[in-house]
Every structure is written in C-alpha cells, then in structure tokens.
C-alpha cells in the first residue's frame, strides 16, 4: 500500500529525515517510535503534505501513485489521513459544516454522488458512537473550546467519517488520561480492517497496549534504527531509548 | 496645480441650494466655508485623501437629478425572503409614488416638515462633509415613529444612484424613534452606472427612551463612486442601537458613524465588515461619546482586504468625566490576503472619568496557516478552505443582523466574493 523509499526531508535547510525507507501492506499496523526530536512527526507530516518540509530525495509510492506530487487535499481525497498531534482550533467554522464539505468533496474526487443532509446526519451520529464523541461538542465551533481528550477524540470521528485507506496517528496518546485513551484506541480498532492500514506515531509504549502493533520501527536522527514486533516496545518501555542511541552513535563512530 | 481645499469648490451646489431651511443653510455655508474641504494633511482625512480623489475623477459639481426607475426594478432589488416597507430614493430624492407607506409612521419629504431641526444631531462644524450636505441638499426624507410602537416589518431605504461623471448626490435623512419603540432600518444604495460620481450622505437618527433601532447598511455601490457619509445617533435613557455596516465595493468610501449616549443603560453597538478588492479604498470613522454614567458600547469592526485595496479603521470612544460605570469595548481585525493590501487601525480612547471598563484590541494578519493545512488535509481544496476561514472570521459581524432576509441576503453576497474572487 505504502511505500517509502530513501526519504530525505528538511525544514528550513536543517536536514530532519535522513534516508527512510518502510513498506506498509493492507492490514497492517505500524509503530514508529523513537526519542525526542528523531523525526517521528516530520515522518506524519510529510506524508500528510505539510508545506514547511522540503523533501530533498527519495519517495513515497501510495497505492501506485507517487503521493509526494499530490497537493495536500488529494492525499486526503486517495484516502491518506493524518490525525494531528495538536488539532487547530478554527472559531466560526461549525464542526458540521466543515465536515459535510470534506466528505463530499471526498466522495465527489472518489466519483460518489454528494450526501445530502438526511443520509449525512445519520451517518454522523453512527460514527459518533464509535468514538463516544458528544452532540454537543460537533455543534460547536471546530476544535473550539474542546479539551485535549475531545480534540483528539474529534480526530479520531473525522478519521470514522472519512473512512481512509491509510491512518497516521500523529501522537494520538498524548496528554490522554486512560479512559480518553481506550476510547479513541477502541475507535480506531474498530476501524481497522484487511483493506486499510494504520502507521501509530507515539513516544510511548502505552498505546500499543490497546493499539497492538505487527511492526515497531525506532527512528533515531531521522532514520529507522532498528525494527521488530510489538516485543521491541516493550523492551523500550523498560529500558528507554539510551541503549539505542548509544548503539547507533558507537556504529557511526567507528 | 489646483487644489479643492479651497472652498469655492462646490460654490455651484451652494449658489443653486434650495430656498428650504434658509437660515440653517445659511448657517451651514457659512461653517463650511470657514472650514474648506480637509486638507491633505489634516488629521482626521490623514489616510483618506477624499478632496485629492474628488479632485482627480470629478470636473464640476453639479446635482445629479433624480430618475425614473419601474417597479420591476425595484422589484428585482429586494431580497429574496423580504417581508417589509420600501422607501424608493433615486440620486437621493424620496419617491413617495413608488414606495410603500409603513403603517403608523409618518413619512414625508424634508421640505414639507421645515421644523426639523436638521444638523442638530449630525453637527456640521464636526466634518466639512457634514455641513457641505446640509448647506446644499436638495430635498431628504422625515421618518417619524410614534411612541410605543413596535414596527415588525423593516424599513428598506433603497437608493438608485445613477449619475455622470462629475455629478453629486446628496441624500439627507432624519430619523425620529418614539419612547419605547422598535424600528429596523436597511439602508442599501445601488449604482446603475459605472461613472464616477460622488455622495455626500447625511443620516440623523434621534432613539427615545428605551427605544431599539436598528441601522443595517450595505455599500455595495460601483467601483468608481466616490462616497462620504455621516450617519450620527443620538440616543437616550435605556435605549438601544445598533449598527451592522457592510462595505463590499466603492472607489474610496469614508463613513463618519457618531453615536452620542445620552441617558444613563443606554446601548451602543457599532459593527462592520469590510471586503475589500481592486483599489477599493474604505475608511470608517467610529465615534461613541459616553456622556452619562451607567453606559454601554460595544465595537467591532472586521476587514478582509485583497489586491491593492486600502482599509482604514479609526474607533474614538470619548469617556466623559460624569460617564463613571462606563462599559466600552471597541475591536478591529483584519485579514490581508495581498502584500499590496494596506490596513491602518487606530484606537482612540480618551477616558475622563475614573470608574470605568474600558478595553480595545486591533489585528493585522493574514490568513491562518495551520488552520488552512487542517482543512485541506481533510480533503478540502484551498479555495473552499481559504472561503471557509474567511467566511468564519466575517461571520461574527455579520451574525449581529437580526433582520433575517438582509442577514441571508449579506452572506450570500459575502460567500459568494469570497468563493469567487479569493
């Protein structure tokens, strides 16, 4: 489905991924963890298109077209989402119109009729089980006034109504207490199937408790240093991310 | 090179001026001939070079006469939903023949009520504009409601501007709200020619006590009209007004909004949009003066500005020393989406009395980044996205319309620059 290839990408001129290569098949889930500063959200926001990072070599296949040549909206529209580590506040847009012109235009790029009102509402209210996500709070102004738990519990809504091929959940965990937690992991499990794959970006190893991984991958310095299964979390959590370091630092020295 | 601060600039409107109101026209001339047309550098035209402007597209003033319009045009201008009175003004002049007649307010031209103590709310030794209209206009319009009336329909004051290059409309309005009565007022001009003229607007409106009136106004007006208006207030105990004004188009527009509170829980609300294009040039001068104790007035004013366009904002709130318990709030933001576009924002408070809340706040910006990649990462194109957040940032003014066919009308024209031109 996804394939990174040599990824190079900086911002500003300073250099964050430094050659990444991954293969994510349909079905599959991916942890990328790592310290501080490895790169880990540049990785999501690359992929999702943000305009501040110039890749400066390699690529990225998605399902056969070179997703890096597409403009943000497109990335979306084939089905890549990124759900965001720290989700904007926008005052004055309502939450149901902004969703409403994003699926449509989703469905209008996938040559599926618009929804109207009737069928958009009653899928809404659907997918807002899935996440426990209040009525209220998608009356609101987008992202306005919601608490940390609701903002990325919001992400995970717009990820169920958006129904996308490729999830990135940009540090989905953090700042969640472990109710909040287990309701958007509950949500995007739910959400998984053999068709779709999910790339976990986190700095712990919680998540992956109730997210369970195929992959776990460690960025180090903007390279994947090392991979293995869930196993390789756990290790993690217990021992920290030093011996890594201090692994691929003595490698480089010699 | 000639410059129109002299004061014989408009003597050919002033030497034809009716013979209506003599003395108070006499007075008039007088003030503004003592005062001129502002200089360049004058103080309050500093950003707004009105006589440069006049100067450069107009050759000889002369009145623009009024015109015949048909009852298909009028027809055709009204919003889609309205239910309300409409006043016909065609280049300023009232035409009782095609309007409608509100029931229980009296209306009639100015110069079939020649008590009207006109300039006594809009004062023409405050703008040369000011006086210029009152010593010069050709006729204007008396509304009067009665005490204790609550007008349920709104009132369209729906102007047709179509004058020559060089002409000058000059419409004049008086406004009286009896004790306890509710009234909304819709002011909306339209141009049906292309040329540059020039209006030279006045508007008195005098709220009673407890009193709500509210002002709606949308200048939507030709790309080559030149327009100055002075639309001034006075209210009084527990009375309310409101003002929501829409600028879309123009070639340079100075509004001049007064509002005097002078009677102790009266409201002052003074709202604006300004959606600016082309080298459209709009320029509002807000000025509240708290009076009395017990208070209040609320501002806000926001400006979205493409191309080579120009906003200026100037919110003076006077807080006199008897005006303890005051409540005054006062903002401006804006939005550029050009490097060309230029915006100058001023707050001007003068506060005198010492128990006061008093606050003002004013923005330059442009358009939010991250908050564009958020939508388009859901899959929204960028000029969707970008009408969206500016149609967010637009809409809390424009939510301040009670009036529903105008408030429909007002975003759908706003929506549909903003998904057209932006």
């Avoid at chain 2, 909306?188 to 409106?205: G, P, R």
Wanted: some cysteine; charged content about 25%; overall charge negative.
């Amino acid at each position: 489905m996804l394939s990174i290839k040599n990824l190079h990408a900086s911002v500003e001129g300073t250099p964050i991924l430094r050659g990444i290569n991954l293969e994510v098949k349909a079905g599959e889930v991916h942890a990328i963890m790592g310290p501080n500063g490895s790169g880990k959200s540049t990785l999501a926001s690359v992929l999702a298109g943000r305009e501040e990072y110039e890749v400066t070599e390699g690529e990225v296949i998605f399902q056969g077209k070179e997703l890096l040549e597409m403009a943000p909206e497109d990335r979306a529209r084939e089905g890549v989402f990124l759900a965001f580590q720290y989700p904007v506040e926008i005052p004055g847009v309502s939450s149901t119109n902004f969703l409403r012109t994003a699926l449509n235009q989703v469905r209008e790029y996938r040559g599926q009729e618009p929804l109207d009102a009737v069928k958009f509402l009653t899928l809404m209210k659907e997918k807002m089980k899935l996440v426990e996500i209040d009525q209220k709070l998608l009356s609101r102004s987008l992202n306005e006034g919601f608490s940390g738990g609701e903002k990325k519990r919001n992400e995970i809504f717009q990820m169920a109504m958006l129904e996308p091929t490729l999830s990135i959940l940009d540090e989905t965990d953090s700042g969640l207490d472990i109710d909040a937690l287990r309701i958007v992991s509950n949500g995007v499990n739910k959400l998984k199937s053999d068709k779709t794959a999910t790339i976990v970006v986190t700095h712990y190893q919680r998540l992956l408790d109730y997210i369970v991984p195929d992959f776990v991958h460690v960025l180090y310095k903007g390279r994947i240093v090392k991979s293995g299964t869930k196993e390789l979390a756990l290790e993690l959590e217990e021992k920290g991310y030093d011996w890594i370091k201090e692994e691929v630092d003595s490698a480089t020295a010699v | 090179m000639s410059t129109l601060t002299k004061q014989d600039t408009f003597q050919s409107l002033l030497d034809s001026a009716s013979s209506s109101f003599a003395s108070i026209r006499t007075q008039a001339k007088e003030t503004y001939l003592t005062q001129g047309l502002p200089a360049l550098k004058e103080e309050e035209y500093k950003f707004t070079s009105i006589a440069k402007k006049l100067e450069s597209k107009i050759q000889g003033f002369k009145y623009a006469l009024p015109f015949a319009v048909s009852k298909e045009d009028i027809q055709s201008a009204l919003f889609e939903g309205f239910n309300g009175d409409v006043l016909v003004f065609t280049n300023g002049k009232y035409l009782p023949e095609l309007s409608t007649s509100p029931e229980g307010i009296t209306i009639s031209s100015l110069s079939e009520v020649r008590n009207t103590p006109l300039g006594s709310i809009a004062k023409p030794e405050k703008d040369p504009f000011s006086a210029l209209n009152l010593a010069s206009f050709s006729d204007g319009i008396f509304v009067s409601v009665p005490k204790k009336q609550k007008i349920e329909k709104p009132i369209l004051l729906l102007s047709f501007n179509q004058a020559n290059s060089g002409q000058v409309i000059q419409p004049r309005v008086w406004i009286e709200v009896g004790d306890f009565s509710e009234v909304t007022f819709i002011d909306h001009s339209i141009s049906t020619s292309e040329d540059s003229y020039f209006v030279n607007k006045v508007v008195e409106i005098k709220g009673g006590l407890n009193s709500h009136v509210n002002y709606y106004r949308l200048q939507n007006e030709s790309k080559n009209a030149i327009e100055v208006s002075n639309i001034h207030t006075d209210i009084f105990q527990d009375s309310r007004f409101t003002s929501v004004n829409l600028s879309l188009s123009g070639d340079m527009v100075r509004n001049n909004l007064t509002l005097n509170l002078l009677g102790s829980n009266s409201e002052g609300n003074m709202y604006g949009v300004y959606l600016l294009n082309g080298k459209t040039h709009v320029d509002n001068h807000t000025n509240v003066d708290h009076t009395i104790p017990h208070a209040e007035s609320n501002e806000l004013y926001k400006g979205i500005l493409a191309d080579q366009s120009r906003g200026v904002f100037n919110g003076k709130i006077f807080v006199r020393q008897d005006a303890q318990k005051t409540n005054a709030f006062q903002q401006n933001n804006n939005i550029l989406l050009s490097e060309d576009a230029i915006v100058n924002t001023k707050p001007q408070l003068e506060i005198w009395a010492d128990d006061v809340k008093c606050s003002h706040g004013c923005t330059v910006g442009q358009l939010d980044e991250e908050a564009l990649f958020y939508l388009k990462a859901r899959g929204i194109d960028k000029n969707t996205a970008t009408g969206l957040l500016l149609y967010a940032f637009a809409g809390e003014v424009l939510e301040k319309i009670e009036e529903e066919s105008f408030r429909s009308y007002a975003i759908s024209l706003i929506q549909e620059r903003l998904g057209s031109k932006f």
